[in-house]
């Protein structure tokens, strides 16, 4: 199957900094790649839809300020978490799928504020 | 749009016995359904997928589950359960077309008892 890469698998920051999270399909291009969060002991929910040289579409309640998506090339998408506070650490994964076939997922990032 | 249930937040089982994960999904067009395990504080692993074709899915580490249209249900088993299936198992549906935008249940944790 196809291979999405995540990076980084962990990531620590102290609480007023930013992060950048990077997805990358390897074998194929995704002009559409999803982020997904994961707070603890809770389902994985759709954040924002990540659209090669266009805007991102962000889910209700996720605020675009915070959490920016550039999708400059049609390999990689990347999630900066600006200004993370506490309540921001939790699992981030990202997906995209070849066209006509199901989703692929990074192997995730595990973000903790401290 | 879509959505998937699953009633169950936690199954206990003991080990040797055989265990059934239900899922019900809601959807008004053609699906891909997944069944996907997580490990504490690990990332998603792919148990196993239903695209088309045949509806008894055959998966990783013993696991197998039904596709039943006219129910629309999902249901996960395995006939002799590990320790090490202790984890949390997430049910997931997306559309069969388009880019794969994937919508998760809230996850059941299966707890092996020794």
């Known amino acids: 199957g196809a291979v999405v890469s995540q990076h980084p698998s962990r990531v620590i920051c102290k609480s007023g900094t930013s992060v950048k999270i990077e997805c990358r399909s390897l074998?194929?291009?995704?002009?559409?790649m999803f982020w997904y969060r994961q707070f603890p002991k809770q389902s994985l929910m759709l954040m924002a839809t990540?659209?090669?040289?266009?805007?991102?579409?962000?889910e209700q309640g996720v605020e675009k300020d915070k959490f920016l998506i550039n999708h400059a090339s049609l390999t990689l998408s990347t999630l900066t978490v600006t200004s993370a506070h506490p309540e921001d650490s939790s699992f981030y994964i990202c997906?995209?799928?070849?066209?006509?076939?199901?989703?692929?997922f990074g192997q995730g990032t595990r973000l903790t504020v401290v | 749009a879509q959505s998937v249930t699953q009633l169950d937040s936690q199954v206990p089982v003991f080990e040797e016995a055989p265990v059934e994960l239900r899922c019900n999904y809601s959807?008004?067009?053609?699906?891909?359904l997944f069944w996907y395990v997580q490990y504490p504080n690990q990332g998603l692993q792919l148990l196993l997928k239903?695209?088309?074709?045949?509806?008894l899915v055959k998966g990783i580490n013993g696991f197998e589950a039904e596709f039943n249209k006219s129910q629309t249900s999902f249901h996960l088993r395995k006939p002799s359960v590990h320790i090490s299936d202790t984890a949390e198992y997430f049910c997931?549906?997306?559309?069969?077309?388009?880019?794969?935008?994937?919508?998760f249940g809230t996850g059941t944790k299966l707890q092996v008892i020794p």
């Open positions: 997931a549906v997306s559309y069969s077309g388009g880019y794969q935008k994937v919508t």
């Open positions: 074998d194929f291009q995704a002009t559409t």
């Open positions: 997906s995209a799928s070849p066209q006509g076939t199901e989703a692929f």
């Open positions: 239903y695209l088309s074709g045949s509806t």
């Open positions: 959807s008004s067009v053609s699906v891909y």
């Open positions: 990540s659209n090669e040289g266009s805007k991102a579409t962000y």
